[in-house]
């Protein structure tokens, strides 16, 4: 049975170092509390998942599969705690054929691939079982998980703090969706904190990744960057890393009804409303980040500044149901999907692995202590309990009907 969804504002200190650690803030969260192992475990043992079609986004549906997996050599069963649900997850979904994301947690039927898949979600689960004499049930993970009451993987290259689910169906895929950290050698981790790591980790790591990967073009020769959807976590999560670099103006393109949060988040040079494009300078060379994935918009854009601007940066689909096709004959750069763990590749070559999680981690913190500033909070948690809820934020998602605001948390 779903419960009703609690909300809660996450309280912050007003200034935090960049070394301080998740057990150092551990009394600023006082509120997420009930994020605890015990409290995100159900009654029901039974596996339990929540299917989407492939094609058409908004059919889902529950499919339960009788009792939880049992884990044979080699193997560990994973049951989920708590999950978020963003417009990053409806990406994943849009894209699911084409960047394979639906390869992660496959749905086959007797036939081949089914028109059905499980949106993957970032989260926190505990072993329940484990045929693996170096990973003990009782430890919690974070990681990539299906919209499901559990998950069974093969680990591998397994230490003390993490390791990679080397099942053959992932193995072709993107290592950085593969591995799964443990909670208890992770310095930024305690049980208070896990809402927000849930919510916004993933899309940080995205953030970062693409404002680096611009700043490492030198912008492509911009002197402004134009940010669509401004107002999604996406995007001003990108906005705040650009803004640490501090070399370039940041435009952030949203709906009217959103132009007082993305003001209010404070990291944009100047919120536009779509309508309003027109009204900014055309011969100010731009590059455009699209993470509404909008045509039309995008359209526009080039049409707008035509050989002004300088690159198309397709980030997401958050206002699209529908992978962002770029339009016939466009003026201007042809758009490029930016793909994150490209850009995380190169960084581990460049800077190597430690100091990569080195700079990622302060980063976040910083961002943490921004988006919680008690004066100005941007975020507001509310959590629900089950599929069955998951189901309807993912619906409210689909249909736009989720304020700014607001970031959910599933607990199972």
Known sequence: MMRPARRCSLPSPRSWPATMSGKDCNHFWNVARPYSKDADMTDSPDLVRLLMHRRQLDRLRLEPLGPAPVATEGEVVLRLGCFAVTTNNITYAVYGEAMKYWDFFPVPDQAGPSDWGQMPVWGYADVVDSAVLEIQPGQRYFGYFPTATHL?????????????????????????????????????????????????????????????????????????????????????????????????????????????????????????????????????????????????????????????????????????????????????????????????????????????????????????????????????????????AARTVITDLLAGRVDPVEGHLIRM
Do not use: M
């Open 152 to 388: 069974t993987v093969r680990p591998g290259k397994i230490s003390r703090v993490s390791f990679r689910d080397d099942s053959d169906h992932r193995r072709h895929l993107p290592e950085i969706y593969n591995w799964y950290q443990r909670t208890d050698g992770d310095r930024f981790h305690d049980s208070a904190s896990e809402p927000l790591h849930a919510i916004y980790r993933p899309l940080f790591i995205t953030a970062f990744g693409l404002a680096d990967f611009l700043t490492d073009n030198d912008f492509f020769g911009a002197r402004q960057v134009l940010i669509s959807s401004a107002s999604s976590k996406t995007a001003y999560a990108t906005a705040f890393c650009l803004k640490q670099a501090g070399k370039i103006d940041i435009i952030g393109l949203t709906s009217p009804g959103n132009l007082d949060f993305v003001r209010r988040t404070g990291l944009y040079s100047e919120a536009v409303a779509y309508a309003e494009l027109p009204t900014l300078d055309a011969d100010t060379p731009s590059v455009y980040v699209d993470i509404a994935g909008n045509p039309d918009l995008t359209r526009q854009v080039h049409q707008h500044f035509d050989s002004r601007l300088c690159h198309d940066c397709t980030v997401g689909s958050a206002r699209s149901l529908e992978p962002a096709a770029a339009p016939a004959d466009l003026p201007g750069p042809r758009p490029r999907f930016f793909f994150a763990p490209e850009q995380i590749a190169k960084r581990h070559r460049d800077w190597g692995v430690g100091e990569f999680n080195r700079r990622v981690g302060e980063a976040t913190l910083a961002f943490y202590a921004h988006v919680n500033n008690p004066d100005n909070p941007l975020l507001q948690v509310t959590t629900a309990s089950g599929l069955d």
